[in-house]
């Protein structure tokens, strides 16, 4: 019987470094817009602590691409207010300080 093999690990690999789960219901997304709303909250959560300066074009296009994936203004204000919670980060308050 063939044994299956693992590939080599990616010296590249993601490390997860949040201690916490991000306030999507995951049930609603595939995967892939599972993985740019974390990149989206990710995102965020760097502007949000000091540890990026955003471009304000940047930050509009990754919010618009946000609500386009939720599409839904409840559930937008749910995620908001979980994530808020979470960071101390506020989406909305975010997005709009950088709002031209």
Same mark, same amino acid.
């Given at each position: 019987?063939?044994?299956?093999?693992?590939?080599?690990?990616?010296?590249? !690999?993601?490390?997860?470094?949040?201690?916490?789960?991000?306030?999507?219901?995951?049930?609603?997304?595939?995967?892939?817009?599972? =993985? *740019?709303?974390?990149?989206?909250?990710?995102?965020?959560?760097? /502007?949000?602590?000091?540890?990026?300066?955003?471009?304000?074009?940047?930050? *509009?296009? *990754?919010?618009?691409?946000? *609500?386009?994936?939720?599409?839904?203004? =409840?559930?937008?204000?749910? /995620?908001?207010?979980?994530?808020?919670?979470? =960071?101390?980060? !506020? /989406?909305?308050?975010?997005?709009?300080?950088?709002?031209?």
């Amino acid at each position: 019987m063939d044994r299956l093999s693992l590939p080599p690990r990616r010296s590249e !690999s993601i490390s997860v470094t949040k201690d916490f789960s991000y306030p999507i219901d995951y049930a609603e997304y595939d995967t892939e817009e599972i =993985t *740019r709303l974390i990149a989206f909250l990710d995102y965020i959560d760097a /502007i949000g602590k000091g540890r990026i300066e955003p471009d304000p074009r940047e930050l *509009r296009n *990754r919010h618009r691409e946000f *609500r386009s994936i939720v599409n839904n203004k =409840t559930e937008e204000k749910r /995620i908001d207010r979980s994530f808020e919670k979470l =960071t101390g980060v !506020s /989406i909305y308050k975010t997005v709009r300080k950088y709002d031209d």
